[in-house]
Structures are given as structure tokens and as C-alpha cells.
């Protein structure tokens, strides 16, 4: 990107444009085989080669997303503008990021022993932190604006009037950014990710699928089994830990006007919640107020996957125009209400502590929501979403890593021809004198 004596300056940003994409599919390509690695560790007894192998591949792989994210992006920034990026390429990058933090997640889950977790700079947990509490904010807004609804499906408005009261005043405590030890969480970190990576692979005309319900649930509980199995879970009280449970399933249809462009409510949220653990912002309240607008404009997105339009093929259909997808409702409900049954036999004081270990609710909930089964699931949703998003007949893949596997697909030969006159591979240059 900065060497341009081989390239024509003409064609300087289609050169650059094919480095992006060619890199950042192999870097996509590496932590979906970690991903893979991590997840046969954690389902059978490896050996010190298997974990050695599996480490190099956890450096590899980071390796390759510190150049994209380091190196090609900034110089691609500062030369173009990242506006000049496709579509499809951006979505690339949310998977990859999407990935990358999934993976450091399950590095997490080993044992410290047997695999060290990739290292991360000081930079990325101080954004993840302020996304965790960003997030964290608009979960607990979410609960507080349903609470103010009607029945099931039928949500109230956040655009004003006597729904100013959704607006949290004194936001509950982020409790798991004090009860779990690691510093990437499920509810505050990866779930809200899945679900704006989810509405971006969405088409726009589709609806939720069962299957994809299922999983969304499953995550949602993994996140709550997260939270239940921190030892200082009710360390704040039962009702700071059950509000904390809530918030791993607070998705769903709410109406409302758009949360971005609103400085007023970004300044009062940021006020708010550097509050909450002041010692941790410190002196950079600007850059966290700066990532505000980027999660809010993510909540805008999300929330539409699960509006019901009343339409079924037959029509619309006015009395159900507002409302939430009532297949989504009742899975979400369902699984809530496993999770918040569960807990409250963890507080069931009749027993002695020794019956209550021996019956160790929590592994009732393990056993029906297996991890092995939810690391296969979103294995798979990325996998395939990522295939879908390169097949021909959408976007293809990156015309390098074609030309590397050694065919040209989706390309008419006039779109060929004028590729190897970009490229400067057209036979005649091969005779050109200087």
C-alpha cells in the first residue's frame, strides 16, 4: 500500500482493495481452524503436542489479524478512506472480529496450565470494558422498557413522555464485570456481537429462523450458566444477580426512535455509567465516550430482527404490526424461565450446603444446554454464513485466493480481461520496452 513502483497510481486503490480482502479472508480462514482446535481440546484428552500445536495456531492466527487490523486497515484509512471498502468486506471484518474475541473466549475456558491464552493489548480490554458497560446499559434500559409494557409482544415506546422512566437514573450494578474473573464475558461481550453480526448476515426480506432461535437461546443461557457459576454471584445481593440473569436474554422487539444521533443521551449515558466504576475510566472519558454512539447505532440494528410485520404470505395484518415474533417471545421466555428456576434453587435456604452441592443445580442446566452442542452450533452459523456470503452468486471470494486455488469463478471475460489489465498481467506488457 505504500510501495507503488510495480502499479500503475491509476490503479493504486484496486491493488490495496485486493490486499484488504485477500488477507483479511485468510485471516477468517485461521481462526475458524483455531476455533475448530479450541474445540476439540475441550472434548477430549489432549496431548502436550496437541496443545503446543494448538498455541502456535492461537499466535498464527492473531498474528494475522494484527496485520489487518494494525497495518493494511490504518494504511488503507489514510490513503482512501475505509469508505472506500465493500460491503461485503466490512462484514468480513465483523466476522473476523467476532471470531478472534470468540476464540480468546474459549481460551479463557482452559485450564491456564495446559494452553496460555493469546496475549491482548492494553488498548482492546479498555474498549471491551467500555462495551461491556454500554451494553450492559441498554440491557438493563431494555428490562425496564419491557416492565412498562403490555402482555407478551405488545412493547411501549422509548421516544418520550411517561416512558422517560426507562431511562435507568442509577443503572444496576455491571455485575459481571465484578464477579467474573476474566476480562471477555458471553451476555456483556460476545452475545450482543452475535446478535449484530446476525441481523447484518440476515437478508433483508427474511425472517428468524427456528434453528437460528435455538441457538440465540442457547447462547443466551451459556451466558447466564457464566454468571451462575461465579462463586461471588450473590456478593452484591439476590436481586443485583437476578437482574444480571435477565439481562442475558433482554433481545427482542421495543419501539422506539433511534438511539444514535442523540448527543444529549449519549453525554447523560456516558455520565452514568462512568459512575458506576470511575476508577477504571480515568482519565480517558473522551475516547469512552466516543464508543457510545458506535454500540448505540449496533442496538438500532438488532432489535429489528424481531419485529413481527404481521405479514405471512396472506396479507397484512394491522392488529399484529407492533409486535414481537411470538415464536421468539416463547423461546425466550422458555429459556429464561429454566435459567431463573435454577437460581432460585440456589437460594432455597431450607437446604444445608452439603445438599445443595450434592445437587449442584447448575449442572441440571449444563446437561440440557451442553457446551459441546453450542460450540458446534456457532461453529457452524459462522461457517456457513461465511460460505454463503463468498458463494459466486453473491459476492465471491476475494479474486486473489481465486486466482491461489487456481480458478476464476463468477468473472465474465470481459471482467477477466479488464482484471489483468488492473492487475498488469495483460500479454502485452510482457514485450513492453521501458
Same mark, same amino acid.
Given at each position: ?19 484488504i480482502e ?11 481452524r ?11 484428552l489432549?496431548t502436550a503436542n496437541d496443545?503446543?500445536n ?5 499466535e498464527?492466527?492473531l498474528r ?6 494494525t497495518?493494511?486497515v490504518k494504511?488503507?484509512?489514510n490513503?482512501?478512506?475505509?469508505d ?13 472480529r467476532f471470531?478472534?474475541l470468540?476464540?480468546?473466549w474459549?481460551?479463557q475456558?482452559?485450564d491456564?496450565?495446559e494452553?496460555a ?16 458497560l454500554?451494553?450492559?446499559f441498554?440491557r438493563v434500559r431494555?428490562?425496564?422498557? &419491557?416492565?412498562g409494557? #403490555?402482555?407478551r409482544?405488545? @412493547? ?7 416512558? *422517560?422512566?426507562? %431511562? +435507568? ?6 455485575l459481571?464485570?465484578h464477579?467474573l474473573?476474566?476480562f471477555?464475558h ?6 450482543p456481537?452475535?446478535?449484530h453480526l446476525?441481523?447484518?448476515i440476515?437478508p433483508p426480506e427474511?425472517r428468524?429462523s427456528e ?5 440465540a437461546?442457547?447462547?443466551m443461557?451459556?451466558?447466564a450458566?457464566?454468571i ?10 439476590s ?16 419501539? &422506539?426512535n433511534?438511539y #444514535?444521533?442523540?448527543p444529549a @443521551?449519549?453525554?447523560?449515558?456516558s455520565?452514568?455509567l *462512568?459512575?458506576? %466504576? +470511575?476508577?477504571?475510566i480515568?482519565?480517558?472519558t ?17 432489535w429489528?430482527?424481531f419485529y413481527?410485520d404481521?405479514t405471512n404470505?396472506?396479507?397484512?395484518d394491522?392488529?399484529?404490526?407492533s ?5 421468539w417471545?416463547?423461546?425466550r ?8 428456576a435454577?437460581f432460585a434453587?440456589?437460594?432455597d ?5 452439603a445438599?445443595a ?8 442446566? &449444563? ?6 452442542k453450542f460450540l ?5 452459523f459462522?461457517?456457513?454464513s ?8 453473491w ?17 465474465s471475460?470481459?471482467?477477466f480481461e479488464?482484471?489483468?489489465?488492473r492487475a498488469r498481467?495483460h500479454?502485452e506488457d ?5
Amino acid at each position: 500500500m505504500v510501495d507503488t513502483r510495480c502499479v500503475n497510481p491509476i490503479y493504486q486503490l484496486d491493488v490495496d482493495v485486493m490486499a484488504i480482502e485477500y488477507v483479511l479472508y485468510k485471516a477468517i480462514e485461521a481462526q475458524h481452524r483455531l476455533l475448530k482446535s479450541l474445540h476439540r481440546i475441550q472434548r477430549i484428552l489432549s496431548t502436550a503436542n496437541d496443545l503446543k500445536n494448538v498455541q502456535d495456531a492461537a499466535e498464527a492466527a492473531l498474528r494475522l489479524v494484527e496485520i489487518y487490523d494494525t497495518a493494511l486497515v490504518k494504511l488503507f484509512s489514510n490513503n482512501h478512506g475505509l469508505d472506500k471498502l465493500s460491503e461485503c468486506t466490512k462484514l468480513d471484518a465483523d466476522l473476523l472480529r467476532f471470531l478472534t474475541l470468540f476464540n480468546i473466549w474459549l481460551h479463557q475456558q482452559i485450564d491456564e496450565f495446559e494452553i496460555a491464552a493469546p496475549q491482548v493489548s492494553s488498548e482492546m480490554k479498555f474498549n471491551l470494558l467500555c462495551d461491556q458497560l454500554i451494553n450492559h446499559f441498554f440491557r438493563v434500559r431494555w428490562l425496564r422498557t &419491557r416492565e412498562g409494557g #403490555a402482555s407478551r409482544g405488545d @412493547l411501549p415506546s422509548e421516544s418520550g413522555g411517561s416512558n *422517560q422512566k426507562s %431511562i +435507568p437514573q442509577n443503572p444496576q450494578l455491571c455485575l459481571a464485570h465484578h464477579i467474573l474473573p476474566q476480562f471477555l464475558h458471553l451476555c456483556d461481550h460476545l452475545l450482543p456481537f452475535f446478535m449484530h453480526l446476525s441481523h447484518k448476515i440476515q437478508p433483508p426480506e427474511a425472517r428468524l429462523s427456528e434453528k437460528w432461535m435455538e441457538l440465540a437461546c442457547s447462547f443466551m443461557v451459556q451466558g447466564a450458566i457464566e454468571i451462575l457459576d461465579a462463586p461471588d454471584l450473590f456478593k452484591h445481593g439476590s436481586d443485583v444477580a437476578k437482574v444480571a440473569l435477565e439481562e442475558c436474554f433482554a433481545w427482542g422487539y421495543v419501539v &422506539r426512535n433511534t438511539y #444514535a444521533n442523540n448527543p444529549a @443521551l449519549i453525554q447523560r449515558i456516558s455520565t452514568q455509567l *462512568q459512575a458506576t %466504576i +470511575p476508577e477504571t475510566i480515568g482519565d480517558r472519558t473522551e475516547d469512552f465516550t466516543q464508543r457510545i454512539p458506535h454500540v448505540m447505532s449496533l442496538e438500532d440494528d438488532c432489535w429489528k430482527m424481531f419485529y413481527d410485520d404481521g405479514t405471512n404470505g396472506e396479507g397484512h395484518d394491522t392488529l399484529r404490526s407492533s409486535r414481537e415474533l411470538s415464536q421468539w417471545t416463547t423461546m425466550r421466555q422458555d429459556a429464561l424461565d429454566a435459567v431463573l428456576a435454577i437460581f432460585a434453587a440456589m437460594q432455597d435456604e431450607t437446604e444445608s450446603e452439603a445438599e445443595a452441592q450434592a445437587r449442584r443445580p447448575v449442572q441440571y442446566l &449444563r446437561k440440557h444446554y451442553p457446551r459441546s452442542k453450542f460450540l458446534d452450533e456457532v461453529a457452524n452459523f459462522l461457517a456457513i454464513s461465511w460460505q454463503k456470503l463468498h458463494r459466486p452468486e453473491w459476492h465471491g471470494k476475494p479474486v486473489l485466493v481465486q486466482i491461489e486455488e487456481g480458478s476464476l469463478q463468477g468473472l465474465s471475460s470481459e471482467q477477466f480481461e479488464d482484471f489483468k489489465l488492473r492487475a498488469r498481467i495483460h500479454h502485452e506488457d510482457y514485450f513492453e520496452v521501458p
